[in-house]
């Protein structure tokens, strides 16, 4: 039996959608060049699916993409477009890749924005997810661009912090991003030596176990007390009063907030940015779509994106447990 020939590409699209990452850059600039390399014309779309609608497309030649790949943020802007939710939103985007004469799509983003490029691919788009998020939280990837970028800034900031902290001999709590799933407080707070760390799919809300440990560790001579809190968690400045209310020690919260999603992209970010990007645009060569790219077990690899969404990821227990066991409060001199 004769096989269908893929679709053939003429024109791919790029843009990101979401909370931006470092290293989004590096995967706009790779879909360019990769693209304009196999000969096909390239659309930049600002400001994510918002910018979609609205036909806020413009034409991206290689030069455009030029002294992108170190700098932080995105050069297409990001939004969250809560109309892409909506079948007349979703119609309107599909409306404007054809109107552009975009043929190809490449998602980078999250979670939700592959969900809206899933219901792209399924108005006839051919669309390709790569994922970029500091949150890590993407099931079907063991990477996502941005995480290492923002786990470096992270714990940089408790180290600035923890030396403070130890000056004035107080309690610090250092409220970290993540949404709802704790892998940058994990990372920040391992990389940090923090004495504590609260994880959403952790923490089973037992504060006086904590103030137990701050009291325990001051006893056996510690100078500070880091505790790194979760965004899914939460409520840092309320928690740092009734420990301080209930140590007597003085407790300060700072939540670190969006300075963790800026910054020059590490040398990791750049690299996973170009080769995702890259990938996606050669999946679109090869006739796929509704695909997302994925880092697997060393390997760049791609997954339906219905099934990639569908897969559940869970924070490892070990790491946690070596995380926790290291902690001063355990060591026995
Ligand atoms: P991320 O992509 O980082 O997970 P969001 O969850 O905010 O970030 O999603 C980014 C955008 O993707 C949303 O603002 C919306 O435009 C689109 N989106 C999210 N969920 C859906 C959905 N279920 N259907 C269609 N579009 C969606
Ligand atoms: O998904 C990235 C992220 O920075 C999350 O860690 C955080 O919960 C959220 O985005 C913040 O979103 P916004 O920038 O819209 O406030």
């Known amino acids: 039996m004769a096989t269908a020939e893929p679709n053939k590409i003429n024109t791919i699209g790029v843009l990101t959608s979401g909370g931006d990452a470092p290293g989004m850059n590096a995967a706009v600039r790779a879909v360019v060049r990769r693209a304009r390399y196999k000969g096909l014309k390239t659309m930049g ?45 979703l119609a309107q985007a599909a409306k404007s890749c054809n109107d552009a004469g975009i043929d190809g799509l490449v998602v980078i983003g999250g979670d939700g ?7 792209l691919a399924d108005l006839g788009i051919n669309t390709i ?33 923890r030396d403070t902290s130890t000056s004035h001999e107080r309690v610090s709590i250092v409220e970290v991003m993540g949404r709802d799933a704790g892998y ?90 170009t080769l995702m990007g890259a990938y996606a645009v050669d999946l679109l060569v090869e006739g796929k779509t509704k695909r997302v790219v994925a880092y697997k077990n060393g390997e760049f690899v791609d997954f339906d994106i219905n099934e990639g969404l569908a897969m559940k990821k869970q924070l490892s227990d070990y790491e946690f447990e070596i995380a926790t066991t290291l902690s001063f409060k355990y060591s026995k001199n």
């Open 184 to 273: 940058l407080g994990l990372w920040a707070g391992i990389g940090a030596g923090a004495e504590d760390i609260l994880l959403p799919e952790k923490y089973d809300y037992d504060e006086q176990r904590i103030i137990n440990n701050i009291i325990e560790t001051r006893r056996k001579g510690k100078k500070h007390h880091i505790i790194i809190n979760a965004e899914g968690i939460g409520h840092s400045g309320a928690m740092a009063k009734r420990i301080e209310a209930a140590t007597g020690i003085a407790t300060r919260a700072t939540i670190l907030g969006h300075m963790q999603r800026g910054g020059t992209p590490t040398s990791r970010d750049r690299m996973f940015g």
């Open 45 to 89: 779309i600002y400001q994510g699916y918002d910018g979609l609608i609205k036909g806020h497309i413009k034409e991206l030649g290689a030069k455009d993409v030029s002294d992108i790949i170190g700098r932080g943020g995105t050069i297409l802007y990001s939004a969250r477009c809560p109309e892409m939710r909506t079948p007349e939103g």
């Open 113 to 119: 924005s592959f969900a809206g490029a899933q219901k």
């Open 129 to 161: 997810g790569v994922p970029g998020t500091i949150d890590l939280d993407i099931a079907c990837t063991e990477y996502t661009i941005g995480f290492d970028t923002a786990v470096n800034t992270a714990m940089e900031a408790i180290d600035k912090i």
